[in-house]
């Protein structure tokens, strides 16, 4: 055997028991980035590094939260398709994540094949809230208000493909009710022209709404959950109007396709565990806490997905 035969036998016997060892440490042996595909200081990005510091924590490693905002949560979702399945890239997301390629073209991943579910975090119920001067006491009300007054009620949009428009659609589906969808650039402008009485009605998470109904600004007649909330006890659910509706935004957290099971199943437990301290903070923003397994966001997510392709074809919706 020559000398370089020797050397190169050496370096490949290296080679395996370096990789042999890396993969006997025990996860996480270093740190773990989690990326936020959107920017800092929203209701996202605060839960999502809750979560990361009690993570950290809870196992031993800190995890990083990285910011990487831009083109609706593309570059961030394009850095996770791209990253090492081995569990130190991570991605906090919302339900928007989900619907991006629905709505977006030429999206370069595919939430599918691409990301690897790990834990259901929170659900985050939105509220249907009208302006004052409408003669409407619930859901049935609104029915029945927009088939007497065709064309004279209008629903206001945060943004478009949002969770409010794909609830607001939802509802115009299942119920026949019939309003116009009036665009606007975020929540704060919607919520303004909500109150001056210059549109109907605003779909939006509950935490925006409850303010203003608390102070008598607006009238709050249902939540989009499937059970009232715990915070708004007396607001009744869509569905005690119209039978099956639900809709909720919500938030999770994915790992590149092909991660580990024992990985998966590891983040998992531990998402689970951190949510029974963190949902004491989560309940009064509106948020539902969901713990369970893997199994069970694999459901969640294809179902939702399911749904919301059937939303966004019918109404042609597409992203600013």
């Known amino acids: 055997m020559t000398v370089i035969k020797r050397a190169l036998r050496l370096v490949l016997t290296l080679c395996v028991s370096w990789s042999a060892l890396a993969h006997a440490q025990p996860y996480p042996s270093r740190p773990v980035t989690v990326i936020i595909p959107f920017p800092p200081g929203g209701t996202l990005d605060v839960v ?18 990285e910011n990487r905002a831009g083109a609706g949560g593309i570059i961030g979702g394009n850095m996770l398709a791209k990253a090492a399945p081995d569990g130190y890239t991570l991605m906090f997301s919302a339900s928007t994540s989900s619907t991006t390629e629905m709505v977006i073209k030429n999206v370069p991943y595919s939430v599918v094949k691409d990301f690897h579910p790990v834990a259901l975090v929170a659900k985050a119920p939105l509220s249907v809230a009208i302006n004052n001067d409408l003669p409407v006491k619930d859901i049935k009300g609104l029915i029945d208000y927009g088939q007497a007054n065709p064309g004279k009620l209008t629903f206001a949009i945060g943004s478009s493909a949002s969770a409010g428009h794909l609830a607001a659609e939802l509802l115009k589906s299942m119920s026949g009710l019939q309003y116009t ?15 001056g009485g210059r ?12 303010g203003f109904a608390k102070a008598g600004q607006l009238k ?13 006890p007396d607001v009744p659910t869509v569905g005690e ?5 639900e809709f909720y935004s919500w938030y999770g957290l994915w790992g590149p396709a092909n991660l580990p099971a024992d990985i998966t199943e590891k983040l ?7 949510l029974l301290s963190m949902e004491p903070k989560l309940a009064p923003q509106g948020l539902l806490v969901t713990p369970g ?10 179902d939702y997905i399911k749904l919301t392709q059937k939303i966004v074809t019918e109404g042609n919706i597409r992203a600013e």
């Open 181 to 195: 969808i009036v665009p606007y650039k975020g929540s704060s402008p919607a919520y303004n022209d909500l109150i």
């Open 220 to 232: 709050v007649l249902a939540v989009t959950s499937k059970e009232r909330v715990p915070n708004m």
């Open 199 to 210: 549109i109907s009605g605003f779909i939006d998470p509950i935490l925006g709404a409850a």
């Open 293 to 302: 397994s893997v199994q069970d966001f694999v459901k969640f997510q294809n």
């Open 241 to 245: 109007s119209l039978p099956g509706y």
């Open 48 to 65: 999502g590094r809750q979560l990361a510091q009690k993570l950290s924590e809870q196992m031993g490693q800190p995890f990083v939260v």
């Open 268 to 274: 998992n437990v531990q998402v689970n565990k951190a």
